[in-house]
């Protein structure tokens, strides 16, 4: 699968895509260097993943939406998981670090994310199990 650039419009349905509810995001600009080294594994990393969708937010074309997002350096990869953000990183990532994240996010119990969030939002801590 290729990637899909979003814009302020496409992105909160992007990222809540029943059919593949796993989102990967990248935020780049043209001129950054590691955005460019980062671009390729990217690209590959898509190839090999086709349930999970791989979005691009060019933040010079997307000002807004980078704000939105607090996006404060690039390149930065958020994931997505049933439309939580579920991991946030700046910096270009080595391939083998990026399908690390990509199973990781795979192998979450979304549940459990959700208790955590909902603790969080009480003010609790979040309970063990």
Avoid: N
């Avoid at 086709?50 to 607090?70: C, M, N, S, W, Y």
């Avoid at 953000?85 to 996010?105: K, S, T």
């Amino acid at each position: 699968m290729s990637t899909v650039d979003i814009t302020i419009e496409t992105f909160e349905s992007t990222i809540k895509d029943a059919e593949k509810p796993i989102v990967l995001v990248d935020a780049w600009a043209a001129w950054c260097g590691p955005c460019r080294q980062f671009a390729p594994v990217y690209d590959a990393a898509a190839a090999q993943h086709d349930d999970v969708v791989f979005a691009k937010i060019d933040t010079e074309a997307q000002p807004e939406l980078a704000v939105g997002l607090q996006i404060q350096s690039i390149p930065t990869l958020m994931a997505f998981r049933d439309g939580i953000m579920v991991f946030r990183q700046a910096g270009a990532l080595p391939a083998p670090a990026l399908e690390q994240v990509i199973q990781g996010v795979k192998g979450l119990d979304m549940d459990m994310v959700r208790r955590e969030i909902a603790a969080q939002q009480d003010g609790a801590a979040p309970a063990a199990e």
